[in-house]
């Protein structure tokens, strides 16, 4: 592992932001301040040129041709494969499917595995804070086999009721598919205890981690989960590349997602063999040049170190909260114990869509609406929330701006 | 009844705007036209009056009278509202062709099509198909009368 042991050293963050190009820019002549992490992260400037780099000197189709270009542009897109493995801490490079993200993902699982082991009757459990991506897949699934799709409430505190969840378990639950990490409230569940508590009724147990791959320490061995989802842009990768994990005999035995070039071995007319892991799940060309920056995009994160990161995203989240808390009429929706650096919140008799446009004006970025979590916001009784969420080059100066807007808009709209 | 032209009023509109030499002061005024408008009655608040968009919602209640198109409508959020009030002065109480034909370059000219290019946020963009829907209707149901 390239990772410096940067734990001790503060992170320097006018060289990190020099590092991202977009963040020089200015919005409505303001000096951007992007509070919109969670939906998706700024690039780097090694990511852009690691995609222009591919273009510009070894853009070729992968795994058949036998020229230069093909065998560098293949060694590049396996290279990311073990990138991510290690990013993970999964047992094989095979076990490492690449996706268009975390909703490609879970489709899949939902497509292959879904389809063949569940059936009438039996039951799929996720958790009222599931992001949409994480509750259709499974909604289609149950209606057209006539198993039941069954939900863990939420608290007022936006944690998942952990003695609802053992109760809902039985021999009757065939997958429990959560999320690590709230898009909406920013709570970390605690998925480890939750994934033994599965398995010990015989349930598979998908983890949706699309807001904690680039925030949290990431061992799907140590979790034991069966399945992992994530998506590239969330981690200062390219959009358009994901990953689906799965261990490997769950992953050899589900039947096959996309036909087509790459996930074959042999075909006839009468019959088609399919190719072995991970090919087997990635028909046609794939999104090469998205695939060889998101090893950049991960080598990145490792070089800084996820210690370091965190650890700076969570003063930035203590530093907002206590800010965003002592503003007059404004309630924090999402109060776990355990958050990563992602705030949402309304204010009394203000539409979050109004802060939204009024912060827009002032250079600020942040996310309004539902945060495609309809059923979470209708738990909350709220229409959505205005919703910042911080990544390693935001700075305590930007939460400043941040609030000093928040105080802006509410008068303007009071 | 007489009626200004549909351009006319934009035209005013227009003017109103360059007066503004802040964001602030055109946000103001936007949100001071919200508030002012007044609520839709609870009896027009029905699901077919509904223009749901992701974030905000708004409503539309269309009349004829005289071979006019009268509109009411209402938001959850202010600044869709004031937005709302604004069509509503420019196309409310004019004969269907008129406001078929209308361009409403004026949103253009005063800087708020980024509210109308959100087609997904909020129902602006729907409400100003659904006014000129009703337009189209009343000129159809006028046209069988005629006849």
């Known amino acids: 592992m390239t990772q410096i042991d940067s734990i001790s050293l503060d992170l320097d963050l006018q060289a990190i932001r020099s590092q991202f190009p977009i963040l020089s820019r200015t919005v409505n002549d303001k000096p951007l301040v992007y509070l919109d992490n969670a939906a998706t992260s700024q690039k780097p400037q090694c990511v852009i040129d690691a995609l222009s780099d591919y273009y510009g000197r070894y853009n070729a189709n992968i795994h058949r041709g036998i020229h230069t270009l093909a065998e560098e542009a293949t060694l590049a897109y396996e290279a990311t494969r073990f990138a991510v493995q290690e990013f993970i801490g999964a047992a094989s490079a095979e076990e490492i499917i690449f996706s268009r993200g975390t909703t490609e993902g879970i489709n899949l699982v939902a497509y292959t595995w879904g389809r063949q082991h569940i059936g009438a009757g039996d039951e799929i459990l996720i958790s009222g804070m599931e992001h949409h991506s994480n509750i259709v897949p499974w909604q289609i699934l149950c209606q057209e086999k006539n198993a039941v799709l069954k939900v863990i409430p939420v608290t007022d505190e936006g944690e998942l009721s952990m003695e609802v969840y053992k109760n809902l378990l039985s021999d009757k639950t065939k997958l429990v598919s959560i999320v690590q990490v709230s898009n909406a409230l920013g709570t970390v569940n605690p998925v480890k205890e939750m994934i033994d508590a599965a398995h010990a009724v015989g349930a598979k147990v998908l983890v949706d981690g699309a807001q904690s791959a680039v925030h949290l320490d990431i061992d799907v061995q140590a979790l034991d989960c069966d399945f992992f989802a994530f998506s590239g842009h969330k981690v200062y990768a390219p959009t358009g590349i994901g990953v689906l994990y799965g261990k490997r005999e769950l992953l050899e035995s589900m039947p096959v997602f996309h036909g087509g070039g790459e996930m074959i071995k042999e075909v006839s007319f009468e019959q088609t063999t399919y190719n072995d892991l991970p090919y087997k799940y990635e028909a046609g060309t794939p999104n090469i040049a998205d695939t060889i920056a998101l090893k950049t995009a991960l080598d990145y994160i490792q070089n800084i170190g996820k210690a370091t990161i965190r650890k700076h995203e969570n003063g930035l989240l203590a530093y907002a909260t206590a800010q965003l808390e002592s503003i007059p009429g404004l309630s924090i929706i999402g109060k776990a114990k355990e958050k990563v650096s992602l705030v949402s919140f309304i204010v009394k008799g203000i539409h979050p869509q109004d802060i939204g446009i009024l912060l827009d004006n002032l250079g600020i970025a942040v996310r309004t609406g539902h945060h495609c979590t309809q059923p979470l916001m209708k738990r909350f009784g709220i229409p959505g929330t205005v919703r910042a969420s911080f990544a390693l080059y935001n700075t305590k100066e930007e939460i400043d701006i941040l609030i000093a807007g928040m105080y802006k808009s509410i008068k303007m709209l009071s | ?147």
């Open chain 2, 1 to 147: 009844m007489s009626q200004q032209p549909i351009l006319e009023i934009e035209k005013e509109i227009i003017e109103d705007f360059a007066l503004f030499d802040s964001w602030e002061d055109k946000y103001e005024y936007i949100i001071d036209l919200g508030k002012k408008l007044p609520a839709l009655e609870e009896e027009h608040k029905i699901a077919d009056n509904k223009i749901k968009g992701c974030q905000s919602t708004v409503w539309l209640a269309a009349a004829h009278e005289d071979g006019r198109v009268f509109f009411k409508a209402d938001s959850d959020a202010v600044i869709v509202k004031g937005l709302v009030s604004m069509l509503i002065k420019v196309l409310s109480g004019h004969r269907p062709e008129e406001i078929l034909e209308a361009k409403l370059d004026f949103i253009r000219e005063i800087g708020m099509m980024t509210h109308l290019a959100q087609t997904r946020s909020n129902g602006l963009l729907a409400m100003i198909k659904q006014m000129k829907n009703y337009a189209l209707a009343y000129q159809t149901i006028q046209g069988l009368e005629k006849k």
